[in-house]
């Protein structure tokens, strides 16, 4: 079964926005994107206060689907869900699909938040990079979820933690999704970063 009000967590690059797309297509949700809300211009990140103000406003909706790992907004988010899906992948997957994501994003120029782009200088060569972020924070992402699962407060959340892309498809094929759905660039949702 799953709800009405999902958030999708895991590491940076695991594929917590490209699964959103197609569950909040299934279930006609509506996708709020945390690092939308997080942003502003020339990659800077909003006051902190304002965060949360944006969380609550757009997570006050009946029917969402939330992705994102922001632990400063978890007492905004998990409280009113209903539904936790934790892509919980190795290092290696994760680097691929944020290699395939940031090179396709770079070319594309593709704009992301508040104008904000990719560039190959902020991808590979700095110490702000996704890469250096993802190597940093993917153990720690990782080992706090058992435990703050486990507490009384979110043992309402029906939780889906999954271990691999062939994992997650499968799941969403037994919600609906057809295993080989196809993302907006013709490849399926979670092969495709």
Known sequence: MIGDRIVIVGSTGSGKTTLAQPLSALRGLPRIELDALHWGPNWTPVPREEFRARAARTGAAERWVVDGNYSQLRDIVWPRANTLVCLDYHLPVIYWRLLRRTVTRVLAGAELYAGNRESFRNAFLSRDSLFVWAMQTHRRRRRPYPEELARPENAHLDVHRFGSPNVTERWLAE?????????ARGRGIMQGL
């Open 175 to 183: 919600i609906g999704v057809p295993p080989n759905a196809d993302d």
